[in-house]
């Protein structure tokens, strides 16, 4: 049987290190600049942490625009720092949304949105939301009131972007990109843009859904004039119908396409709404059809329930019609990096471990890497596919040096790869798969990992690093460690056989795959240091 090869793995686990050295950033030098009243360097630091998704720096530079500090005032920008980092659950940015709304302060006033956002602060024991939801509860009626804790409670962060979204030109005004949910009036917003800006020719949709009309109303629209439609990071559900309409359609490295069956909403279905919205599915069904999708895909197009999401197989979309090509963000609009200078990127990389010892042990490769990096930058590439230029180097020293390391480092990595793997199945099936299977399923977001995360990959392939050029390490035993392969192989040969990726369509399947693939190592590791190092270093092999 085909087993997964581990060095096909090693990559997917350290796509994420780096994010572009440029965007790296010291937080507590921020908080540091901060205290002192120096606000413009607290800025700087803050900033691209708040870009790769960090929940504190994307409060705090809210925070920086809602008093003018380092930046000309802008509450509408402190709102929408705000709400990003209030939708991972951050206390301090739920209850300052909350506030917001309250007072009105950089959205319309809304009373309902405000008692819902306090409410979701108080659920994190945020004594002031308390005390400033039940003040507001004395000025609301009963049916706003229900409706508050109604929204309050069927909150989820995977969704929560229905609420918002936001507009911009790029591309001297020849591209639209439409990122957040579809709420009533972003149709409406998008035809207006069409009628004042006649140089568009595509509209980038990085959304979670919303609702059904406006995905229709944005499909007519893409149809009518004809636009081709990108995704850089995700279109699920409703936005989906919207992306089918592009006249030519491509998805990004990090994006996915996403399906599933309609619904009202968390508690509203009901026998007729559950007619009216099976009559939605087969209308948009054959919508698709018209647009060129294969009769098999359509078949599954509505099989998953509406509280779970179907990620097709890159592969299995271009097969199908429903994408035409892939395509890298700069190839859209190129990435601007502020202040570029040689030996700033140089020293950053320098800051991070695995590229200290790489300069160490094999400088002209490390040359490589920094050389290859810069001139991306300089050609306007977008982190995403810088992260790729690491991925790409780093693949080739892995692959070049597990073979020749250390049993300790060899088990380090596969402890390491299994405490990732059930991280993300936890989290999000989809992002193990994406690790596992990074070219039918993209990019891991690298927001999906946490400092410690970052570090524990650090210091694993250091070591591997390392003890490939300082130790004495012993060459395979092709037979014993043939012998551990064959009865790993008996133990889940059956599980993996039944799992092809094209028949994966919601997340107990991807958890299934996943679960296979992580059972693969602790069976290895289950034969001690010895056995389970010779195993690793044969999988690691050449073949």
Not at 52 to 74: I, M, R, S, W
Not at 312 to 317: M, Q
Not at 449 to 476: C, F, G, H, W
């Amino acid at each position: 049987m085909p087993f997964p090869r581990p060095n096909s793995v090693v990559i997917f686990t350290i796509s994420f290190w780096l994010l572009t050295p440029i965007a790296h950033a010291d937080f507590q030098a921020g908080a540091d600049a901060y205290k002192r009243g120096d606000y413009l360097t607290a800025l700087q630091e803050w900033r691209p942490l708040a870009n790769q998704l960090d929940a504190d720096a994307q409060f705090l530079l809210g925070k920086l625009y809602a008093e003018g500090k380092g930046v000309p005032q802008n509450e509408k920008e402190a709102v929408r720092w705000w709400r990003i980092s209030a939708t991972q659950r951050h206390v301090h940015a739920q209850y300052s949304l909350g506030h917001a709304y309250a007072i009105g302060q950089g959205v319309p006033l809304d009373i309902v949105q405000a008692h819902m956002w306090l409410s979701l602060a108080t659920a994190q024991g945020q004594q002031e939301a308390l005390e400033e939801r039940d003040e507001i509860a004395t000025t609301m009626t009963a049916t706003q009131i229900a409706e508050a804790q109604r929204l309050a409670q069927e909150w989820d962060p995977k969704t929560s972007k229905i609420f918002d979204y936001t507009l911009e030109l790029k591309k001297n005004n020849t591209l639209i990109y439409l990122q957040g949910g579809l709420e009533f009036g972003v149709s409406d917003e998008v035809s207006q843009l069409l009628v004042n800006y006649s140089d568009v020719t595509g509209i980038i949709l990085d959304s979670q859904g919303g609702r059904i009309h406006e995905g229709r109303k944005l499909a007519d629209l893409i149809s009518s004039y004809r636009l081709n439609t990108y995704s850089l990071l995700g279109c699920y559900s409703a936005c989906a119908t919207a992306f089918i309409a592009g006249k030519n359609r491509f998805l990004g490295p990090q994006a996915n396409l996403a399906f599933h069956q309609y619904s009202d909403g968390p508690g509203l279905n009901s026998p007729q709404s559950d007619v009216r919205m099976k009559k939605e599915e087969e209308q948009d069904r054959k919508f698709y059809q018209q647009q060129g999708v294969s009769a098999e895909f359509l078949e599954k197009l509505f099989n998953t329930p509406f509280n779970d999401l179907w990620y097709p197989p890159v592969k299995e979309l271009l097969m199908a019609g429903v994408v035409h090509g892939l395509v890298n963000p700069s190839d859209l609009f190129p990435y601007e990096y502020e202040d570029l200078r040689t030996s700033d990127f140089f020293n950053e990389l320098l800051n991070i471990p695995i590229y200290q010892t790489i300069k160490k042990y094999d400088p002209s490769t490390f040359k490589e890497i920094s050389d290859s990096a810069i001139e991306q930058i300089q050609n306007g590439a977008s982190p995403i596919e810088l992260r790729e230029v690491f991925t790409n180097y780093i693949k080739a020293i892995s692959n070049k040096l597990l073979p020749y390391t250390s049993n300790e480092a060899l088990i380090n990595f596969a402890k390491n790869m299994v405490s990732t793997l059930k991280n993300f199945v936890n989290k999000d099936p989809i992002l193990c798969m994406k690790l596992l299977l990074r070219k039918q399923y993209g990019e891991v977001p690298s927001e999906s990992y946490s400092k410690k995360d970052l570090e524990n990959i650090n210091e694993v392939m250091t070591r591997v690093i390392i003890d490939a050029y300082e130790k004495d390490n012993p060459q395979v035993d092709t037979n014993k460690a043939t012998i551990v392969m064959r009865k790993v192989r008996l133990k889940i040969e059956d599980e993996y056989k039944a799992l092809k990726t094209e028949e994966l369509q919601n997340s107990a399947d991807y958890k299934r795959f996943c679960n296979v693939r992580i059972k693969f190592y602790e069976l290895i590791l289950s034969e001690g240091d010895d056995a389970g190092g010779n195993a690793l270093r044969y999988a690691f092999s050449p073949k």
